[in-house]
């Protein structure tokens, strides 16, 4: 099909590639999407490290960061469920200290809860400790390590649980300054399950190197296989204070195998900041490290990736990604996504654009770090950073960070920042944007580095305080009940307040077919398939005066522009949405969903336009499109196109076009019959005619589903539609429809219409 132009939502096709990647292992998470924040209002926190809780009791995700109280700064842990909600938060000064950091958490296996490093002042200078926590947030041991000089500053910024044999060891790293801020040298140190010191080793880059700084770490696949590798992530700085991207890599011991430091000139900095081991089959031990690059000045930010070769330092691609209009963009953290329904393995990437500051979360492929960013989202109120991600067992990421601002506006400076998306990187309160990316070739030098143990390490004690405050920021999708979620035994709608389909719905079973989710669009209830969640979740509708310039549109993948939700009624098998759009309220719009007595196949869908502006509207415009993904063999349908009416202004099988109804649109024009096969929509620009100030319009459509195209087409007959779409399968008849497995492609689907027939049909005579 024709792609111009879409692409923002074709960024959402690969969601399912991340948005599932443990789904067919791990059981429904009753998880919703949700925007929150953590602290007192007496003191601010900032956010640093977050991990998905999957051994503790209870799940949820837990953070880590350090609140900042008068000269008082104390280590932060908030665990929260699956929902946001608070289950509890302490603070910690280790060994006491008035000043102690949290930068870091990992979650340890069996259940014994967590483990968390950062920096501890004592005496004239700061160490390194990690603190066991149970999964209550429970102290159970805390170890200091020792700096190579005591007066010097050291923080731990990276923990990680070991792999293999050592699968109860813990590794950090971190780095140690110079009292004059001259030298920095990288730390690693290795910890049994105990808290006792294994080996604890700082690493000298000498005069070509006078600064090694370490901040992320992961363990990955050696060359010869087996023992692992420990995979680092900083930055390397020169004699003449360049700053290059750093890959520093050592065996299992720590002794360093190879280095990479990565530089455009002597006119840019570069800096790592996070890394992720690479598992999936075609790039088994390939690592990914992320950061920025800007000019020596500060300016020209930009995010910068890289993918190294496995069981090496070799640089296989280089990218810089960019914000069109010129905003500092930083790539913080990044992780690794399970292959799932062949799309191919996916990156999620967790960063900050701009300032003011947004926090941002988006997915790429791993094969082809230049090709256009996944499905781009950024969060917040133009304050935020986000600095950590992690995969959630279901389908979704939680990312983490600060708001730097009074977000719910009770005088509180500053709290922890935490955003837990739905399947398509987004919650409701998200933001498009739209990278740019291109490839670069910066060139490769070697590091050498001189390393040596620093044996004493101390036991000490760590006090702790419970601590609360919590408030949900954004709109949680969806409460408990799912208001929205509509039937009539065989069509199921997911209605939103605003109109549009597509809510989430974790309480019933996912949809069928292949990348089937938690979404609910347009479903079958026979066969539990939903052909307008699974990957893009484009349906939506727009209203617009052509002659005014008047417009307003709403739907899950481009967010709710223009338009103030008014009221939303709903039983369990109705729903009404009631809206205005405008500046100035132009348009009062109302979508009441219904079941149609006639026929179970079909829900009618009475629209109502009132002009409540004091102008006269000349040119009234409506459109609905939706992205159909009709299972088995979701992204591959066939589509159809058929009737006619006069108020049909234009009409096209691209389901990513804008739902403004004076933007532009793509695609083939209709009508046509069974186009296909291809991942295809149905996207119907409608031309109303005037309306004067006081006056409604109002007009009926339809959205279903049927067993068959003959029954599909009945029903629409005998509700007389004059201008209908059809979603049909690509599958051959044979396999399980009903499972989440590929089925065989093939023409029975579109000339049977089974498994299932999807439709939307309008109603040409209904406008008045």
Known sequence: MDTTGRKRSSLRRYAVALATSLLFAAPLAQAQNFEAVYGETDSSEFGEDVKAVNVCGGGGSVLVGTRNRGDLQDVQVSRVDNNGVELWQKTYNIAGSKRSLGQAITELSTGRGFAVTGGVWLGEGRSIYVLQIDCEGFPKWTTVLENVKREQFASGYDIIEGLGDRHFDLVLVGEENSRDNKRKWGRIARLDNGGGVLWNQFYDGLDRWPELRFRALTENIAASGAPTDLVVAGNSVSPNGLSSGLMF????????????????????????????????????????????????????????????????????????????????????????????????????????????????????????????????????????????????????????????????????????YLVQTDPTLGTLCDK???????????????????????????????????????????????????PGVINNGIVQLGVHNTGYLNIECPAIPRSSGTNGGSLVGLRYMPTNGDAASPGSPCEGWGVASADLGITGDTSRCYGVNNMALVSFVYTTSTATSVVDVGPSKTFRVTHKFTPVPATPYLYRVDVSIQNNGSQNVADLRYTRGIDYDVPPNTFSEYITLAGSSSYVLAWNNNGFNVF??????????????????????????????????????????????????????????????????????????????????????????????????FMYGFDGKSPR
């Not at 490839?439 to 419970?466: G, L, S």
């Not at 509700?719 to 089925?743: E, F, I, M, R």
């Open 249 to 416: 890599r050592t065996d299992f011991a720590g002794t360093p195998m190879c280095s990479t430091a990565l530089n455009n000139s002597d006119q840019s900095q570069a800096y790592f900041h996070g890394v992720t081991a690479l598992r999936s089959r075609q790039f088994t031990g390939q690592s990914v490290l992320v950061g920025l690059n800007s000019r020596i000045d500060g300016t020209g930010v930009q995010a910068y990736l890289t993918r190294f070769a496995a069981g090496s330092c070799a640089v296989i691609t280089q990218t810089l990604w960019a914000d069109p209009s010129g905003q500092a963009f930083r790539a913080y953290d990044v992780l690794e996504t399970n292959d799932v329904g062949g799309s191919g393995p996916q990156l999620a990437l967790a960063g900050t654009l701009g300032q003011p500051q947004y926090g941002a979360v988006f997915a790429a492929s791993i094969g082809n770090l230049d090709d256009t960013p996944l499905n781009v989202n950024r969060f917040g109120i133009g304050k935020e950073m986000l600095v950590a991600i992690d995969l959630k067992s279901s389908d979704r990421v939680v990312a983490a960070g600060s708001t730097f601002s009074d977000y719910v506006g009770v005088g509180d400076p500053q709290d922890m």
């Open 432 to 482: 498009p944007w739209d990278p740019k990316v291109q490839r670069v070739e910066f060139k490769p030098q070697d590091v050498q580095a001189q390393f040596a143990r620093i044996d004493p390490f101390e036991r000490v004690d760590t006090p702790y305080v419970p601590v609360h405050g919590a408030d949900i920021v954004c709109e949680v999708d969806p409460p408990e009940n799912c």
């Open 660 to 757: 403004n109804p004076l933007g532009g649109n793509s695609g083939t024009s209709g009508p046509f019959t069974d186009l296909g096969a291809g991942d295809q929509g149905a996207h119907i620009d409608f031309k109303l005619g005037a309306l004067s100030p006081g006056k409604t319009l109002s007009f009926v459509t339809y959205y279903g589903a049927a067993p068959t195209e003959p029954l599909a087409l009945g029903a629409l007959s005998t509700v007389g539609a004059s201008v209908y779409s059809l979603g049909q399968a690509n599958w051959n008849g044979t396999g399980n429809p009903l499972d989440n497995l590929p089925d065989p492609f093939g023409s029975y689907g579109f000339t049977s219409g089974e498994p299932a027939t």
